[in-house]
């Protein structure tokens, strides 16, 4: 399709992009044209309409400019990318460019405050490189590392919104590239190969951070470096504007935090639950920040626990101190009450999009770090490292800024920076100057009704200034006889003339000239003020950061008082210990029963065993978070309790649950579970529930067997393994550190009497499992669980099961064949398989017989001595 003119235009451009949409500037609006016109149609709701251009229609749809933003960041938000083209005047009209591309890991505009990051990740020489950008806090960080899945959980923890893989991840052998768009809402966007190659990645880092700084943080591998100067050269090509926002590099080894695979991060609700929701999560829990800065740091450090006794001891203190000190944590979370995101208002100060109102927020968020400061000197904190922590940004620097800004800005400034009005008095001698020359006008136009009405004799007279007229004097019709003869009327209204004096026009022209003036030179001004908060991003970004740390510890003070949570005793390494724990979300909407859990040097492996539904893996869930919150700097919900620092959580929970989340169980449980024996070391937490439930009992319990005997053998870490395979139980004689322990349940099941789930924890195994019971809990029909109980029984004491049949429609069932455990086979026949052939590992007739008496015998009714001799006959013949 050629078109000429504005939508010529439009597709021309179109055609430089690689955006998905393309938003045109067109006077006071942007406008959509052809198929994006459509689209945004349909997406957004907007009315489409005609444009007729050279002998063609096309569809056209379009935005006031003013309102372009939530527009923009509604299509973003949905995964597309767009381009924004302006309009500029020219000498000779205008003309139109792209200025950026709004990408959704580069929305500044977003009023979500949870992070927002843009990932890349690249292959080079048989390493992956991992760079993480928020644009909108200037937050940047880099990481490489060997393994695929190490990549998938940084992935994971980070959430990113967009992701940039690197031209070999792209069509590299392995599925990475497959199971992030799997595991992950992030749009996958193909940048520009070159930006990729180590060599100009590391040229695009130098001239942002400077040869020393690049240096210092020794990225020691090219992957980082390709990896991180993409996504530098991607920010800078969408034009979003931040780059001056991106003050460090910061260089980390995922091994300074505790490894959780994202399979962990979902099975233990971290952030969100099963299903997804974010109410219901650990952060939700135990989140009671009062900033959206402060929330963002609590989530990085519930996703992002540590491995280092120093940082975790640090952070227990400080909750410590904190939690005892109820007044100065009041004042605390009062103070912080007051801040806004410094982090995102420094991108916003550097990209230019922020307002006077913007200014003032940073402003009277410098401020609320003096009152911090005084806040933690109380008594009770001024030993715990929080003074360390308020102390540690320049804060004479900062009420310096402070200072320049309070000095500089109105109190209640317009909305837009182009109109005056934005800057006190005093701030600048020429503005002063304009200023006074524009009150004085003011002043003689507002004094002139007066002195008119002295003068002439007219009664009603007035002053007034509306649009089409300008300013003007108004009479009333009985007194337009008396007006001067300097009047000269311009309008007449049914009961009044408006009039206007060379005087009056001569006034108005000065009043528009300093109005514009004034204009003009605040905006140059606010640009010069914004541009020197912005050389401050530093600053901001560590201000912004002291005060979310301080709200993230005093939100994890205020949940450990209010749930009666205690300091855990980290150890490094050592055993777990937990007395009286509880899971810390379950606990919050349920009468729990506290659970004692000890994993120690002679018993690293704790076979939990119990009915379905009784407990176990909130009792297994309850342990690994409670490490993890510990290892976060957090009190825990145990009266108290021993964590040695672990290097990793793995967990593999219910394949039963993972069902409801529509993936493929088997295959998807055993790729998690040789993950997990692959990256589990000594030092490592492991929980698995039901492992090889997802498959037939003989291959479920072959594999459940295997693993234990592995994980205890080869791996020697801490494990958590529940299990419905009562066969298990017995590997804790044979396995020198494997314990078991059962969920305590009152009354067996049997014959439909009551079990009643105690949720204690007992040492030793179960005796039975409960599943039958469940089953009718469930409500499956009374006949299915009857015959599964008597299934059960005849399976325990016979080793065989027979199949039983009958006509459609008749109740009267016939034995068709017999299962035999023991050989795993089945015996057809006649009669239900005695008859025809026998099979091999059938028992010999003399030992049916006997078992065929003890069948009989009716202990109730037979009197002991009989019982004996009963016995003693059995023996003697089994002996035979
Ligand atoms: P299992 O893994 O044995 O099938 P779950 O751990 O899923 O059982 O627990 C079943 C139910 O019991 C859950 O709804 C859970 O909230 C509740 N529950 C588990 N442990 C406790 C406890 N210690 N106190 C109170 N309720 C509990």
């Known amino acids: 399709m050629t078109a000429d003119g504005i939508v010529g235009e439009f597709l021309a451009l179109k055609s430089e992009t690689d955006a998905d949409l393309l938003a045109m500037q067109c006077g006071d609006f942007y406008e959509f044209f052809a198929e994006d016109a459509e689209f945004v149609g349909d997406e957004l709701d907007l009315k489409v309409s005609e444009k007729s251009s050279h002998g063609s229609t096309y569809p056209m749809a379009g935005v006031p400019v003013d309102d372009l933003t939530p527009y923009l960041k509604a299509l973003v938000e949905r995964g597309y990318r767009v381009a924004v083209a302006d309009q500029y005047e020219t000498d000779d009209g205008h003309a139109r460019e792209i200025t950026r591309v709004v990408t ?11 992070a927002q990051f843009l990932a890349s990740v690249v292959a080079v020489d048989g390493r992956y490189g991992l760079a993480l950008a928020d644009v909108t806090t200037g937050e940047f960080l880099v990481t490489t590392t060997e393994s695929a899945a190490d990549v998938l959980a940084e992935l994971h923890r980070f959430d990113p919104v967009e992701v940039l893989p690197g031209p070999t991840v792209r069509d590299e052998e392995t599925d990475l590239l497959a199971r992030v768009r799997e595991r992950t809402d992030a749009a996958v966007t193909d940048h520009d190969e070159a930006a990729f190659a180590p060599g100009r990645a590391e040229r695009t880092l130098r001239e942002q951070f400077g040869d020393a700084a690049l240096d210092s943080v020794g990225l020691d591998h090219r992957a980082g470096v390709a990896a991180a100067g993409a996504v530098l050269a991607y920010v800078e090509e969408t034009g979003v504007g931040v780059l ?5 590099l910061q260089a980390y080894d995922p091994g300074d935090h505790l490894d959780l695979d994202a399979t962990t991060q979902r099975n233990l609700e ?3 639950t099963m299903h997804g929701d974010r109410g219901g999560s650990l952060l939700a829990t135990v989140d009671h920040t009062v900033t959206s800065a402060g929330r963002r740091r609590l989530r990085e450090w519930l996703t992002r626990p540590r491995r280092d006794r120093t940082v975790i001891d640090r952070r227990l ?8 000190a109820a007044l100065a944590r009041d004042r605390v979370r009062e103070v912080l009450d007051d801040a806004y995101d410094l982090e995102r208002l420094a991108a916003k100060a550097t990209s230019g999009s922020a307002d006077a109102a913007d200014l003032l927020r940073v402003r009277d968020t410098l401020s609320v770090l003096p009152a911090l400061a005084e806040a933690v000197a109380d008594s009770r904190l001024a030993e715990s490292p929080l003074p360390g922590i308020v102390n540690r940004p320049d804060r004479e620097a900062a009420a310096d800024l402070r200072t320049e800004l309070d000095e500089a800005l109105a109190d209640d400034p317009p909305k837009t920076v182009t109109e005056g009005g934005l800057l006190r008095r005093g701030y600048d001698p020429e503005l002063d100057d304009l200023l006074d020359r524009y009150e004085g006008a003011r002043e003689w136009l507002d004094g002139l009704a007066d002195r008119e009405k002295a003068r002439t004799g007219i009664t009603h007279l007035q002053v007034d200034r509306n649009k089409t007229d300008g300013y003007y004097v108004q009479v009333g019709k009985s007194e337009t006889d008396d007006v001067p003869d300097e009047y000269r009327e311009i309008k007449t209204l049914k009961n009044s003339r408006r009039y206007t004096t060379d005087e009056l026009e001569e006034r108005e022209r000065e009043i528009l000239r300093l109005e514009e003036a004034r204009g003009e030179l605040e905006y140059d001004l606010f640009r010069e003020l914004r541009d020197r908060v912005a050389a401050r991003a530093e600053l901001l970004q560590e201000v912004g950061r002291t005060l979310a740390a301080v709200d993230a510890l005093a939100s994890l003070a205020t949940h450990a008082v209010s749930q009666d949570w205690t300091r855990p005793d980290v150890v490094e390494p050592g055993p777990l210990v937990v007395e009286a724990g509880r899971h810390p979300v379950v606990e919050t909407t349920t009468d729990f029963v506290p659970n004692d859990v000890s994993l120690r040097e002679d018993r690293r492996f704790l076979l939990v065993t119990g009915p379905n539904m009784s407990g176990k893996s909130t009792y297994m869930r309850q342990a690994a978070l409670i490490v993890l919150l510990a290892q976060a700097g957090s009190f825990v919900p145990a009266r108290s309790a021993t964590v040695g620092v672990v290097d990793g959580i793995y967990t593999r929970v219910g394949a039963l649950d993972e069902l409801a989340g529509g993936r493929s169980t088997f295959m998807v449980e055993m790729q998690e579970l040789s993950n997990i024996l692959h990256s589990a070391t000594e030092e490592s937490l492991v929980v698995l529930d039901e492992v090889g439930r997802g498959t037939a009992t003989y291959d479920g319990i072959s594999i459940a067997w295997a693993t234990t005997e592995y994980v205890h053998n080869r791996i020697g870490c801490k494990c958590l393994f529940a299990t ?25 099941g049997d014959d439909g009497d009551d079990v009643t789930f105690l949720r204690t924890i007992e040492e030793g195994p ?5 599943g039958v019971h469940v089953a009718d809990l469930a409500g499956v029909p009374g006949p299915v669980v009857d015959r599964s109980r008597d299934v059960l029984d005849r399976l325990r004491e016979e080793r065989a099961i027979e199949a039983r049949g009958a006509e459609t429609g008749s109740d009267d069932e016939t034995t068709q064949a017999v299962f035999d455990l023991s050989a795993g086979t089945m015996r057809t026949g006649a009669d239900g398989g005695t008859a025809g052939d026998e099979p091999e590992a059938s028992l010999p007739a003399d030992i049916e017989a006997v078992l065929d008496e003890l069948e009989a015998v009716n202990v109730e009714e037979t009197p002991p001595v009989e019982l004996l001799s009963k016995v003693q006959s059995w023996q003697r013949r089994l002996e035979d």
């Open 244 to 248: 001056d926002a991106m003050t460090r």
């Open 317 to 324: 203190d400080s909750v410590g101190a904190l939690s005892e």
């Open 724 to 748: 419905h395979y009562h066969e298990l139980t017995a590997l804790a004689d044979h396995l020198p550190r494997v314990e078991n322990v059962h969920v305590a349940v009152a009354g067996d």
């Open 104 to 114: 959704p890991g580069t929305l500044l505009e977003t009023t979500d405050p949870s």
């Open 270 to 272: 971290l952030t969100e």
């Open 766 to 770: 179960t005796d039975r499992s409960y």
